[in-house]
């Protein structure tokens, strides 16, 4: 019931952009046709035809943002020159007139419709009868039902023609050259590069440090008692046994830090019961929800681990916080790992730690963000491609 529900509202809502995305569009296509009047006396001034052709990029620029986010349109390419976008202008005129038509008719019969269900309840004559008449009869209401039915479905049919209309034209006059995508392409892969290095040039620090800190400091240890036990024979029995604590102690450094560089149960066991991982070694109550319909590739399901297993160092380290939720879903050929606390927020997006998940997280070609107002909670999310 409840996902019925939620399909409903959805469906009012993009019902309700549509129609304020033609209704918008309508307004601007009566004002581009004065627009384009004045634009095609001006072009005949040499000296007024580079305003022109910035008036047009700008006018484009306006048009492409609604139909980006009212009409579902897809992000075309940047406007390149006035010549494109004045094109784009005049053909979308047709278009936005043709949108406000339909809505206008749909208005229309819609308020047809509910003044003569209200002049047949009241008992009262129509009010859009230019003349006195009887009140609405049951067998009018009848008669009309079915034809008013069908017209509704065409108006609404011809609402989403010109939608879909409206974005063809986005895409196919202001789309992205080739040349324009290829340099799209070249600038995303350097940025990739970048994230990688970086990304590497991190981890080597963070090992490099558990491994100073933590192992080295116990490998001196061990070695000292060892060398105490060889220069004192009578304390010999104790000092290897402190040794052997110590070793016990560097081994369990070692599992640390293999673990933190890449757990053996991500190939074994998969996402799922890595993540069960965290939880266990977590100093505070972890929640986890995994669901996947398929185990994503290694590449995707190392970095999912990592930006799990790192949000939820960094909430039990400096957030305060009591609990963390985490959720990690499948949603289509995009795999989504979200970690909430409820801490006290005010988490830096560009500090050292998440930046480093940041740059991790653009290395697999995914994208990240981080919400941590004062006061909290903080959400910290990774979308990674899986295809």
Request: glycine share 10%.
């Given at each position: 019931?409840?996902?019925?529900?939620?399909?409903?509202?959805?469906?009012?809502?993009?019902?309700?952009?549509?129609?304020?995305?033609?209704?918008?569009?309508?307004?601007?296509?009566?004002?581009?046709?004065?627009?384009?009047?004045?634009?095609?006396?001006?072009?005949?001034?040499?000296?007024?035809?580079?305003?022109?052709?910035?008036?047009?990029?700008?006018?484009?620029?306006?048009?492409?943002?609604?139909?980006?986010?009212?009409?579902?349109?897809?992000?075309?390419?940047?406007?390149?020159?006035?010549?494109?976008?004045?094109?784009?202008?005049?053909?979308?005129?047709?278009?936005?007139?043709?949108?406000?038509?339909?809505?206008?008719?749909?208005?229309?019969?819609?308020?047809?419709?509910?003044?003569?269900?209200?002049?047949?309840?009241?008992?009262?004559?129509?009010?859009?009868?230019?003349?006195?008449?009887?009140?609405?009869?049951?067998?009018?209401?009848?008669?009309?039902?079915?034809?008013?039915?069908?017209?509704?479905?065409?108006?609404?049919?011809?609402?989403?023609?010109?939608?879909r209309w409206e974005r063809a034209l986005l895409?196919?006059?202001?789309?992205?050259?080739?040349?324009?995508?290829?340099?799209?392409?070249?600038?995303?892969?350097?940025?990739?590069?970048?994230?990688?290095?970086?990304?590497?040039?991190?981890?080597?620090?963070?090992?490099?440090?558990?491994?100073?800190?933590?192992?080295?400091?116990?490998?001196?240890?061990?070695?000292?008692?060892?060398?105490?036990?060889?220069?004192?024979?009578?304390?010999?029995?104790?000092?290897?046994?402190?040794?052997?604590?110590?070793?016990?102690?560097?081994?369990?450094?070692?599992?640390?830090?293999?673990?933190?560089?890449?757990?053996?149960?991500?190939?074994?066991?998969?996402?799922?019961?890595?993540?069960?991982?965290?939880?266990?070694?977590?100093?505070?109550?972890?929640?986890?929800?995994?669901?996947?319909?398929?185990?994503?590739?290694?590449?995707?399901?190392?970095a999912a681990w990592f930006v799990v297993c790192?949000?939820?160092?960094?909430?039990?380290?400096?957030?305060?916080?009591?609990?963390?939720?985490?959720?990690?879903?499948?949603?289509?050929?995009?795999?989504?790992?979200?970690?909430?606390?409820?801490?006290?927020?005010?988490?830096?997006?560009?500090?050292?730690?998440?930046?480093?998940?940041?740059?991790?997280?653009?290395?697999?070609?995914?994208?990240?963000?981080?919400?941590?107002?004062?006061?909290?909670?903080?959400?910290?999310?990774?979308?990674?491609?899986?295809?």
């Amino acid at each position: 019931m409840r996902a019925r529900d939620l399909r409903v509202d959805h469906v009012l809502k993009q019902a309700v952009r549509t129609a304020a995305g033609l209704a918008l569009g309508t307004v601007s296509a009566l004002a581009h046709v004065v627009a384009l009047v004045v634009a095609a006396v001006a072009l005949l001034i040499p000296q007024a035809r580079p305003g022109v052709a910035a008036a047009a990029v700008r006018l484009a620029e306006l048009e492409r943002r609604r139909v980006t986010a009212l009409l579902r349109g897809v992000e075309a390419g940047s406007v390149p020159d006035g010549g494109r976008a004045m094109r784009y202008l005049v053909a979308r005129v047709p278009a936005g007139l043709l949108g406000g038509t339909i809505l206008f008719l749909i208005g229309f019969g819609l308020v047809g419709a509910a003044t003569m269900l209200w002049s047949w309840l009241t008992d009262t004559a129509w009010v859009l009868d230019h003349q006195p008449s009887e009140p609405i009869t049951g067998r009018v209401i009848a008669l009309n039902v079915l034809p008013g039915i069908v017209l509704l479905y065409l108006g609404l049919t011809g609402a989403a023609g010109v939608a879909r209309w409206e974005r063809a034209l986005l895409r196919r006059l202001l789309a992205a050259t080739r040349e324009e995508q290829l340099a799209r392409r070249v600038e995303a892969l350097a940025e990739s590069r970048a994230a990688v290095v970086a990304a590497v040039d991190d981890e080597r620090r963070r090992i490099e440090r558990d491994l100073h800190d933590g192992v080295q400091q116990r490998v001196v240890a061990l070695g000292m008692l060892l060398g105490r036990a060889r220069r004192h024979p009578e304390r010999a029995t104790e000092l290897v046994e402190q040794a052997h604590e110590e070793a016990q102690r560097v081994l369990t450094d070692l599992r640390d830090v293999s673990w933190r560089i890449y757990p053996a149960v991500l190939d074994t066991g998969g996402l799922a019961a890595a993540l069960d991982s965290v939880a266990e070694r977590a100093p505070l109550p972890v929640r986890i929800t995994c669901t996947l319909d398929v185990e994503p590739p290694v590449p995707v399901r190392a970095a999912a681990w990592f930006v799990v297993c790192e949000a939820v160092n960094n909430a039990a380290k400096h957030s305060a916080a009591s609990a963390v939720t985490v959720a990690v879903r499948g949603e289509g050929s995009i795999l989504c790992a979200e970690v909430r606390d409820d801490g006290v927020g005010g988490a830096d997006p560009a500090g050292g730690g998440l930046a480093g998940l940041a740059r991790r997280v653009a290395a697999a070609d995914g994208t990240f963000s981080v919400s941590s107002p004062p006061g909290g909670p903080t959400v910290v999310r990774a979308e990674l491609p899986c295809a």
